[in-house]
Nanobody, 116 residues
Framework: QVQLVESGGGLVQPGGSLRLSCVAS????????MAWYRQAPGKERELVARITRGGNTYYAASLKSRFTISRDDAKNTVYLQTNSLKPEDTAVYYC??????????WGQGTQVTVSS
């Protein structure tokens, strides 16, 4: 069982930045994939960004220019740097891990609210 704990969310003004953190109970390097998803009220959960064991990254096309996913294997942590935040980025952001096909895990989520 892998435990994921997110932090770093909060209230930020439009144009601001936040760095979200996901601390895993195992090293991110041991995971096939780690990712960030988000879910806004009334909408489906959507992929924001993912990073593979080999360090390859993928982003939702609309977010690629503003968000960056990274990891620190020594700290068992995956980060999501979010810049130039917009009100439409308001959502609960979830950390996701896949240790093997069919073995997936979710964190409890961290709320990001972008508002003036």
């Amino acid at each position: 069982q892998v435990q994921l704990v997110e932090s770093g969310g909060g209230l930020v003004q439009p144009g601001g930045s936040l760095r979200l953190s996901c601390v895993a109970s195992l090293s991110p390097f041991s995971m096939n994939i780690m990712a960030w998803y988000r879910q806004a009220p009334g909408k489906e959960r959507e992929l924001v960004a993912r990073i593979t064991r080999g360090g390859n990254t993928y982003y939702a096309a609309s977010l690629k220019s503003r968000f960056t996913i990274s990891r620190d294997d020594a700290k068992n942590t995956v980060y999501l740097q979010t810049n130039s935040l917009k009100p439409e980025d308001t959502a609960v952001y979830y950390c996701y891990a896949q240790s093997a096909p069919g073995s997936t895990y979710w964190g409890q989520g961290t709320q990001v609210t972008v508002s003036s």
